[in-house]
């Protein structure tokens, strides 16, 4: 049985790209936990003993800018007696989506965004005088692990920099489910105007966190990074900008990226082949954990998806195990159910993770 963390590695949250000596084979992560709802998939996760676990967003359904709400919505959740025993079992870093930065689909315009963040950093404890209380948005990076076996933990923000998405009318929405098929969503990708994902101050931080040196490097980011087939959010709603995340992973020559994602009710593993997209020479997976108390789509077009079955639609958590002992480091990418069953699953191995020489 682990013994418990000190503060400092279970609040991740309070330091910036600092590496810490322990090893990790065993990451857990997951998204969309509705304190108002009952949360018994923490037992799964308890009972797999991971050694770092990843909320990938919407943690808290707050759905408010009111201070008072979101306290109470963290209170809620910090109760959970499954996801305390977690907390403090082993270290866990955090990103927030739209239901806790406090807007559904809400980006830069949300006036109760800075509301949002206090709430979310004192949750996490982080100390009144680290910088990420004084600087826009709550994006982090961390890196576990010795030489040979470093794993980068890099924590995106989409919400408190992010312009305007394009919204489909009524009208437009059956024209395109009339040309393209089933549409869900009410969103649609747009070349035009300027709208960011990330803002230039965090555009040029993570430039510098893909150069920090890491064997694997576990991009968080809260919406789905590579899949473009469905009209909720994405980074292909911004498409320039979605290129450009791509193009940003070849020229600084950060091997070994992987993508976490969370927000769509769903589980689903994509994979964009190397060179697609303005992308490095290698494979970029986008493991897409949602919900851990929510439910949603069973059915739904990716032509990136790993495998022939349908998305996930019921409770999940997501699993990625390392086994750094083989010459070439193996990657197991698994989403499994409330139970802890696996139910959608896909592999690889550091060294396909790497642009060739």
């Known amino acids: 049985m682990k013994s418990a963390p000190s503060l400092l590695l279970v609040v991740l949250l309070a330091c910036t790209s600092q590496a810490t000596p ?21 037992d ?16 808290v359904y707050a759905d408010s800018g009111d201070p008072a709400v979101l306290e109470e919505s963290y209170r809620k959740f910090g109760e959970v007696p499954g996801w305390a025993k977690l907390r403090s079992s082993c270290p866990v870093v955090a990103t927030w989506d739209d239901h806790d930065f406090g807007a559904n689909d809400g980006g830069a315009e949300w006036e109760g965004k800075q509301a949002a963040k206090d709430a979310f950093m004192n949750f996490f404890k982080t100390p009144e005088d680290s910088p990420l209380r004084s600087r826009g948005g709550i994006h982090d990076s961390r890196v576990f692990g010795p030489e040979g076996r470093r794993v980068q933990v ?68 809260s919406i789905q990074a590579v899949t473009i087939d469905h009209g909720w959010e994405k980074w292909g709603n911004l498409p320039r900008e979605r290129r450009r995340l791509f193009e940003l992973i ?40 949602s919900g851990l108390t929510q439910g949603g ?36 990418m698994e989403i499994r159910d409330a139970d802890g069953k696996v139910v959608r699953e896909a592999a690889t191995t550091l060294g396909e993770l790497k642009a060739p020489i």
């Open 44 to 59: 799964a996760v308890n009972a797999l003993g991971p050694d770092l676990f990843i909320l990938a967003g919407d943690n």
């Open 154 to 221: 890099i924590l995106l923000d989409t919400r408190w920099f992010r312009g305007p998405l394009e919204k489909l009318s009524a009208k437009e929405h059956k024209a395109l489910k009339d040309a393209k098929g089933p549409w869900n969503g009410p969103y649609i990708e747009s070349e035009t105007g300027d709208s960011t994902m990330l803002g230039e101050e965090q555009w040029a931080w993570l430039e510098g966190q893909l150069k920090i040196p890491a064997e694997l490097r576990l991009i968080v980011t």
């Open 250 to 289: 070849r020229t600084t020559g950060a091997n070994g990226v992987m993508f976490l994602s969370g927000d769509r009710h769903t589980a689903d593993v994509s994979k964009l082949p190397a060179s697609t997209d303005s992308g490095p020479d290698y494979p970029l997976f986008d493991i897409t954990s």
């Open 297 to 332: 789509f069973s059915r739904e077009r990716n032509r990136y998806r790993v495998g022939t079955a349908d998305p996930f639609g019921q409770q999940n958590f997501g699993w990625i195990t390392v086994d750094w002992d083989r010459e070439d480091p193996a990657i197991r």
């Open 22 to 42: 322990e090893t990790l084979s065993k990451i857990g992560f997951g998204s969309c936990a509705n304190e108002k709802r009952p949360q018994p998939i923490w």
